[in-house]
């Protein structure tokens, strides 16, 4: 089945610098990979996915980008800011199948 | 926006009694799932749900587990004697497809077991 690596598993930034947090998964037929957030009490939310087909995608002040040949994909956060402090998860599937998480990394951002 | 909605919020049972968590999913979606979270661990996938019937499930969703669609609306799983290791929160999500479309999350469920 399918391995999700995830790094690194906490991340502190000043609010204003960049955050990158990377995954690594194993099965080669995985094609999509979404990006959860999620916030103390609550459950996993959408932010950004990515599909096999393209490399990178952006939604403002996030990207995600994929490299299918490594089998790694990461997520960018540019000029954080305290409201995302939170824990990521990354995630893989093959399309016809649930989602395999990574251990998620929490982020914090200081004012 | 429309939202997964999960009942209780908190849920604390001794030790081999039945329990069972109530998810509202999206009401025009097809495909339902459990997942769980132990405190501090990652998200783990438990069942998928479609079309009346488990479509996959993972090796944790063992003969304990079960889940039900009772009417339109609501999804339930149930742990039929839960053990202390059962505890842990559990998400509830729905989706309108199955292929690389977007899974929505309940807030889940704390399940203490005592």
């Known amino acids: 089945g399918e391995n999700v690596e995830q790094h690194p598993s906490t991340l502190s930034v000043q609010e204003g610098d960049s955050a990158v947090i990377k995954c690594t998964y194993s099965?080669?037929?995985?094609?999509?990979f979404p990006w959860y957030k999620q916030e103390l009490g609550k459950g996993p939310q959408l932010i950004i996915d990515?599909?096999?087909?393209?490399g990178e995608k952006k939604d403002q002040r996030i990207a995600v980008t994929l490299n299918k040949t490594a089998k790694h994909f990461s997520l960018h956060i540019t000029e954080t800011q305290p409201e995302d402090s939170a824990v990521y998860f990354c995630?893989?599937?093959?399309?016809?199948?649930?989602?395999?998480f990574g251990k998620g990394t929490m982020l914090l951002v200081s004012p | 926006e429309p939202e997964v909605t999960q009942t209780p919020s908190h849920q604390v049972t001794q030790m081999g009694q039945e329990v069972i968590l109530r998810c509202v999913p999206i009401?025009?979606?097809?495909?339902f799932y459990w997942y769980r979270q132990i405190l501090g661990q990652k998200v783990e996938f438990l069942v998928s749900?479609?079309?009346?019937?488990?479509?996959?499930k993972s090796e944790i969703f063992d003969d304990q587990f079960s889940v039900e669609r009772p009417d339109g609306s609501n999804f339930t799983l149930k742990i039929r004697s839960t053990k202390l290791e059962d505890s842990a929160m559990y998400f509830c999500?729905?989706?309108?497809?199955?292929?690389?479309?977007?899974?929505?999350f309940g807030q889940g469920t704390r399940l203490t077991v005592v």
């Open positions: 999500a729905s989706s309108a497809g199955l292929i690389n479309t977007e899974a929505f």
């Open positions: 099965d080669s037929a995985s094609n999509y």
């Open positions: 990515i599909r096999s087909n393209v």
């Open positions: 995630a893989a599937s093959n399309g016809y199948s649930t989602l395999t």
């Open positions: 009401s025009n979606h097809l495909y």
């Open positions: 749900f479609y079309n009346n019937e488990i479509s996959e």
